[in-house]
């Protein structure tokens, strides 16, 4: 009997730490609610994502760096 409402109020528990998400300073979330994409990216600080409802991706916004091998004269340019 005591049971019940002990598990019921540990799922609610598990349930709310699972929508609290956070986005650290150089990341944007993107919300789509029921497929659709929300107008405006969540910036950084703690989001509230509803799971059922809603899905966040997460986009990074560092640039990406990549070391490109020095170019070579080609045999036609002499």
């Keep these: 009997m005591i049971?019940?409402?002990i598990?019921?109020?540990?799922v609610l528990l598990i349930y709310i730490f699972s929508v609290?998400?956070?986005?650290?300073?150089?990341?944007r979330g993107v919300i789509?609610?029921?497929g659709r994409l929300l107008p405006t990216a969540k910036g950084p600080g703690i989001i509230l994502v509803f799971w059922p409802i809603d899905r966040m991706e997460?986009?990074?916004?560092?640039?990406?760096t990549m070391d490109v091998p020095p170019r070579t004269s080609s045999p036609g340019t002499m």
Excluded: C, D, G, W
């Excluded at 598990?7 to 540990?10: A, H, K, L, M």
């Excluded at 609290?20 to 990341?27: G, H, P, Q, T």
């Design 3 to 5: 049971t019940t409402p």
């Design 7 to 10: 598990i019921i109020i540990f």
């Design 20 to 27: 609290v998400n956070v986005l650290r300073e150089y990341e």
């Design 32 to 34: 789509f609610r029921l």
């Design 58 to 64: 997460r986009i990074s916004l560092r640039t990406v």
